[in-house]
């Protein structure tokens, strides 16, 4: 075989102006779905197509560190859902007088009203002690499975489906639960469903806790808070 073969590249064309339209209407609209979320079973199809999305998503060194566990069980939900109070009462404790009550009024979590719900891995034996691209960042198996999670979440959005990401869990609650590997890391929980409806602007702008911040003041150019070219 050669090495390089010709015929198995794709042309790196530009995408047609309704294709662009398309991707990039997903990204501005993706949102972070919590109460929205309608009861009815999302389609095996469905299912396959976004996980088939994730799979797909770049990976540092090609080594796809990544699994998905469904779960679709009202008592597996449940349980996850409990895991889950128990950490959002620790972290309401963090906050201080009114940050607390607003905090304490934030739907944070769709567990059991989402019909399924996703448990994202990362297992970082997966190729090996050394693996190209991680030898300096042992990070990169991590960053490589957030990837596959933005592939599902825009693939879900493009579906009109719903996906919330929750975070506040003890991960060694989830592993027990879900039966999880102790060297295999918790990246996410996510909760996936149709929608009745999305937000606008991100829910936590629109309660006023936190607002997009202007892009200008994220960029800078040839060094660290350089803001002119």
Not at 3 to 16: M, N, R
Not at 114 to 120: D, R, Y
Not at 139 to 145: A, C, H, I
Request: with cysteine.
């Amino acid at each position: 075989m050669r090495p390089f073969d010709e015929d198995a590249l794709s042309v790196a064309s530009g995408f047609s102006l309704a294709e662009r339209e398309a991707v990039y209407h997903a990204i501005m609209t993706r949102r972070d779905v919590r109460s929205q979320f309608l009861p009815e079973p999302l389609p095996d199809d469905v299912v396959e197509r976004l996980l088939t999305a994730a799979h797909h998503a770049p990976s540092v060194g090609f080594m796809q560190p990544w699994n998905f566990i469904l779960v679709r069980s009202p008592t597996v939900r449940a349980r996850i859902r409990d895991a889950f109070a128990k950490a959002n009462e620790e972290a309401a404790l963090m906050f201080e007088g009114e940050r607390r009550q607003v905090y304490r009024s934030l739907k944070l979590e769709g567990i059991v009203e989402a019909p399924l719900g996703i448990c994202v891995t990362c297992d970082p034996t997966r190729s090996g002690s050394v693996v190209l691209g991680r030898t300096h960042n042992p990070r990169m198996d991590s960053y490589s499975t957030v990837c596959a999670i933005q592939n599902l979440w825009l693939a879900a959005r493009a579906e009109g489906i719903g996906i919330g990401w929750v975070s506040i869990f003890h991960e060694a609650d989830l592993k027990t639960i879900l039966g999880i590997p102790e060297h295999i890391e918790v990246v996410a929980w996510l909760c996936a469903g149709f929608v009745d409806r999305l937000y606008d602007q991100p829910e936590l702008s629109v309660k006023g806790w936190r607002q997009r911040l202007p892009l200008e003041e994220l960029v800078f150019h040839d060094g660290w808070g350089r803001n002119e070219r």
